[in-house]
């Protein structure tokens, strides 16, 4: 019975396999069934390829399928029952064996039925990652590895092997069916379907031969051009330009929604038909004419769209029994092109009136284009311009005229210059002429195979290089025995330029500089020298600064002790040039001329001072005598004796004369002091005099001289202080009088101008020297010259001082031995007046 059970379970083993391989075949047959309810997702084609698909198999091929299914249900069906039946019966082991050996050749030849065709079922159960793979292996890899059938890549190239990993990966996640027709990498046709069967993913990988080969093969063309069909009626429907076609009698048998719109019709059905033209019918004769020649008509036409003339580039082809054509717009390209050559006219115009000479040679080495500069630059006849000679006969005739350079091997320079037309870059060349010019000639060849030569006339630029290169050295030699440092710096901040000197005075290296530091740079290596952050961000500032570009310039004294005068100066080309100066002992002798006047300066206030206090001291004391003198000379005190009365006279005028000095001395030091105020008020000019003459009429009896008054009638007044103006012109009458001889006459006189009221005192005494009249002002200044005149020297010193506190001037005209005019000019401006005054 062990036997009998055992020999039952490899039956029901065999059974199983025989059930998956049938399953497995029956894969294609499932695919039949399944077919109906897919291209409900798919396209038209896609049913179309399937409807192929299913037709693969022959009419014999699904007979025998069906007789398998059937025999192989009915087989299984009964060996189960055959089995239960034993089993319950007892039979003998013998007959169990033979039945399932019967069973096992069914399974077997059913097996062959279904593989009767090679190819490959590769099965995944759900949740499964371990494949089931059956059939023919050896169709793609080596039969001892099936396994290989998995790594697409081995049997197949990288694009379609990457296509097949995408397909099986949709159908194991998503149950996504899959048809696709390879080429292995053998190049035979392979097929692999994929589809979900009974809760797995199954995948048969067959070679497609013969008859299955050639069907496939029209169905991918007949799908092809289907598609490029639709391809081609779409583009055709949505392209702007008019489309048509038109059968054999010229009846129009398609047309697209731009030649609708081109022949002013409703529709395309309206167009075709009434058989609307584009054309008109001297253009429409033309073309069926050619057309009926057997020949292509091409033809840039005029169409009227939409009341708006424009220009189309009309194509028509004969194709079959009748033709088809094309308009397509070519307004924008007409009007481009008109553009284009009136903008070659208009470049034409402009390379004539440019005044280098520019030759345009085309691909057959001919005279294209020239400009007049071109012929006077060589001196060329227009008539053998015009007549498009070569390049080589210019150059010729040019060589006959030695205007050309001299060559040794003029064959192989004129070989060298016509490379230009094989070159592919412009090349620069300068031609030095036997008359003594130089030409630059440029070569620039052109994409279509010409050349063009620009020639400039560059004798002057040389001319004016060289001359430029000798102001250059002549200039760098002026810069270097400069005894002032010079540096130049550009925008950029660097050094561009320096003298001998400068490196010197900063101890800088020549080296150095020469690599073109930046002035931060510059300004590090001179602090041991000078560390002032401030002045070098001034300096810096300065040169980098875009903006208040002006001279600035910096006194630098250094920690040794030497003093530099520094100019800034902004440069016209944006640089910057600084200079240095060693003012070191300038500077020194200046501070000691400080030095000098700041004593002279505090030694004439100490002077002042003394004066002024001495001059407060003096005047009680003054005051006490003449008190008393004016006590004594009084009767009332008692009679003096003649000799008393004459002593007391020398003291009375004694005193009076020291007050009138000690007086004047303190108004000269108020006045330097800065506290003397005017009492401004209407001055009679005719009193003012009177008054002063008044003062010396003793001295004038004394010495006998006559006083002259001249004064302008109906002169009136002015605005002055009139104490200080009688006290000006007293002492004017003083002065003059003190020099004037005896029985001499002095002269005052008073007129008014537009501006002033001016007032002259003039004199016939010994006259001032030149080198002494500028000194008569000063303090304590008095030269007798021969005169009777002593003083004390403060008189003019006050003139002055109060004719320019109201805002006037004085002046002296003198000539030796003839006497001395002294002028004073008071404003009538009475704004002056208060700001001298003030």
């Not at 690599?515 to 300004?523: G, K, L, Y």
């Not at 070098?536 to 903006?547: K, L, M, P, S, V």
Request: overall charge negative; glycine content about 6%; some cysteine.
């Amino acid at each position: 019975m062990s036997g009998v059970i055992v020999a039952m379970r490899r039956t029901l083993l065999s059974c199983t396999s025989l059930a998956r391989s049938v399953r497995s075949g029956l894969t294609g047959l499932a695919f039949s069934a399944l077919l109906p309810a897919y291209p409900a997702k798919a396209g038209d084609l896609l049913f179309l390829d399937v409807i192929t698909t299913f037709y693969n198999f022959t009419h014999q091929e699904i007979a025998a399928l069906t007789a398998a299914f059937s025999l192989l249900g009915f087989s299984v069906v009964a060996a189960i029952l055959l089995m239960h039946t034993r089993v319950r019966a007892a039979k003998s082991d013998a007959g169990l064996r033979a039945e399932i050996a019967r069973l096992q050749v069914a399974a077997d030849r059913y097996r062959a039925l279904l593989f009767a065709e090679p190819q490959i079922l590769i099965a995944w159960a759900a949740g499964d990652n371990r494949p089931q793979i059956s059939g023919d292996v050896s169709l793609l890899v080596p039969p001892e590895q099936p396994q290989r059938v998995l790594a697409f890549g081995t049997w197949l190239p990288p694009e379609p092997a990457l296509q097949m990993d995408h397909a099986v990966d949709g159908l194991r996640e998503s149950g996504e069916s899959f048809l696709l027709h390879l080429t292995s990498s053998n190049g035979h046709a392979i097929e692999a379907m994929g589809r979900a069967v009974g809760g797995e993913a199954i995948v048969r990988i067959r070679e497609l031969s013969g008859l299955r080969r050639e069907l496939a093969e029209t169905n991918r063309r007949h799908k092809a051009l289907l598609e490029e069909t639709e391809m081609l009626l779409g583009f055709a429907a949505a392209a702007p330009w008019p489309i048509w076609a038109k059968g054999r009698k010229g009846e129009l048998t398609y047309a697209n929604a731009a030649y609708a719109r081109a022949a002013d019709a409703a529709s395309i059905d309206d167009a075709m038909s009434r058989n609307l033209e584009v054309l008109d019918s001297d253009d429409r004769g033309a073309m069926e004419r050619a057309l009926a020649g057997h020949a292509d008509f091409s033809a840039r036409l005029p169409i009227v769209t939409g009341g708006e003339r424009r220009i189309y580039d009309v194509r028509a082809i004969n194709i079959g029994d009748g033709s088809v054509g094309v308009a397509i717009d070519a307004s924008e390209a007409d009007a481009l092109r008109s553009a284009l050559v009136r903008m070659a006219e208009a470049h034409r115009r402009t390379l004539d009136q440019l005044s280098s000479g520019v030759a345009v040679f085309d691909a057959q080495r001919r005279l294209a284009f020239y400009n007049d500069s071109y012929r006077r630059l060589w001196d060329l006849d227009r008539a053998f311009l015009d007549s498009n000679p070569d390049d080589s006969s210019v150059l010729d005739r040019l060589r006959a005229s030695r205007k050309l350079p001299e060559q040794p091997d003029f064959r192989a320079w004129k070989a060298k210059l016509h490379e230009a037309y094989r070159a592919v870059e412009a090349a620069k060349d300068t031609w030095y002429l036997p008359d003594g010019r130089a030409l630059s000639v440029v070569t620039t060849p052109s994409p279509e195979g010409g050349v063009t030569y620009l020639f400039d006339d560059v004798t002057e630029s040389l001319d004016l290089a060289r001359r430029f290169d000798g102001l250059i050295r002549v200039q760098r030699e002026t810069l270097d025995s400069l005894a002032e440092g010079v540096a130049v710096f550009g925008s950029n901040g660097r050094a561009r330029l320096f003298n001998p000197t400068f490196a010197r005075m900063w101890r800088l290296s020549p080296e150095a500089m020469r690599e073109e530091p930046h002035i931060d740079t510059v300004a590090d290596w001179c602090r041991p020298l000078f560390d002032d952050p401030e002045a070098w961000r001034a300096i810096r500032a300065a040169i980098t600064g875009i903006e208040n570009r002006v001279d600035v310039p910096l006194k630098l004294e250094r920690k040794d002790g030497s003093v530099f005068d520094c100019m800034i100066r902004p440069l016209p080309d944006g640089a910057t040039m600084l200079t240095f100066q060693d003012i070191t002992d300038t500077e020194n002798v200046e501070r000691a001329l400080r030095e000098r006047n700041e004593a002279l300066e505090a030694a004439d206030q100490m002077k002042v001072d003394f004066v002024h206090h001495v001059s407060y001291e003096l005047r009680a004391p003054l005051t006490t005598i003449i008190g008393f003198a004016h006590f004594l000379s009084d009767p009332s005190t008692g009679p003096l004796t003649p000799k008393q009365a004459e002593y007391l006279d020398y003291v009375t005028k004694s005193t009076n004369a020291l007050l009138a000095l000690t007086n004047n001395i303190l108004d000269l030091a108020t006045i330097d002091a800065g506290a003397m105020k005017l009492e401004l008020g209407p001055v009679d000019i005719i009193k003012a005099i009177e008054a002063a003459a008044e003062g010396i009429q003793d001295r004038l009896a004394t010495d006998r001289i006559r006083l002259r008054v001249e004064i302008e009638p109906n002169i009136g007044s002015f605005v002055g202080d009139e104490r200080r103006v009688v006290q000006v012109l007293y002492n004017l009458l003083a002065n003059a009088v003190g020099f004037s001889p005896q029985g001499a006459t002095v002269g005052i006189s008073a007129r008014r101008t537009d501006r002033a009221v001016v007032f002259a005192v003039s004199d016939s005494g010994p006259g001032i020297a030149p080198d002494l009249q500028d000194k008569v002002f000063d303090w304590f200044e008095s030269h007798s010259h021969g005169s009777r005149h002593r003083g004390a020297g403060l008189g003019l010193s006050l003139v002055r001082s109060f004719v320019e506190l109201h805002g006037g001037k004085v002046r002296v005209d003198s000539i030796v031995g003839r006497g001395t005019t002294v002028t004073c000019d008071f404003p009538t401006d009475q704004a002056a007046q208060r700001n001298a005054a003030e």
